[in-house]
């Protein structure tokens, strides 16, 4: 029924909007009544950007989410690229994690251990190594100021391991989103990841920290 009419399954109301969950085109959809915060395989910035690695180069035991929704990014590894790494799922939103522990992490084989503390705190307190980082950080259409410093960056760097790869997620739709990504990008992303490079996803785009690690066909 949910290819021909959204189904609603739980809301939470809150005072600045109220959070849904619902099934839509047979895949679970999170977000308020400005923003979409997951929805599966149809979470396309992501898929798009997975699509674009060279797994040739990237290896993928070890995977950090910063946001981490109903978890959209561990089902396009685990369905679309049959990946099974180890997941850390770093959220600061108890709702989200509630709807994600109730509705969506059960269908996942992947171990996912599930960290409920801010992203940015987790980020410059860990002494961990990652394959792959996924920053996906936002309320509403508002990227929090803490995680585009050059500190906040420098973390993600300590935090990768060797040939690691960064997917940040960023609003690209409109003027004053394109203006604020693209300074961010050339006077604080690229200080710490020189290499940097800014995928346009024409509404979103993924910073990635190294374009080295891309298909040849996605940089050229």
């Known amino acids: 029924m949910s290819y021909f009419k959204e189904q609603h399954l739980e809301s939470i109301v809150r005072p600045e909007s109220i959070l849904s969950i619902t099934l839509k085109k047979g895949r679970l959809m999170l977000g308020t009544e400005a923003t979409i915060y997951s929805w599966d395989d149809h979470y396309m910035n992501y898929v798009w950007g997975l ?10 035991k070890k995977v950090l989410i910063i946001g981490m929704g109903l978890g959209a990014v561990i089902y396009i590894l685990e369905k679309k690229f049959k990946i099974h790494p180890d ?7 108890s709702d989200v994690i509630y709807f994600a522990k109730k509705y969506s992490l059960p269908r996942f084989k992947s171990n996912i251990r599930v960290i409920h503390v801010d992203g940015q705190e987790y980020l410059l307190k860990s002494n961990d190594k990652f394959d792959f980082i996924v920053l996906d950080v936002c309320i509403e259409d508002v990227i929090p100021p803490g995680f585009e410093t050059i500190e906040c960056m420098e973390a993600i760097r300590r935090n990768l391991n060797k040939n690691g790869v960064l997917l940040y997620n960023r609003f690209y739709s409109y003027y004053k989103d394109q ?3 693209d300074k961010f990008f050339k006077n604080t992303f690229k200080q710490v990841f020189p290499e940097g490079y800014l995928l346009d996803q024409k509404g979103t785009c993924l910073l990635v920290n190294d374009r080295n690690l891309l298909k040849e066909s996605v940089v050229q």
Not at 51 to 60: C, P, T
Not at 87 to 93: H, K, L, P, S
């Open 87 to 93: 997941f850390t799922a770093v959220e600061y939103d």
């Open 51 to 60: 699509e674009a690695i060279d797994w040739s180069k990237v290896d993928s």
């Open 179 to 181: 203006y604020k990504t």
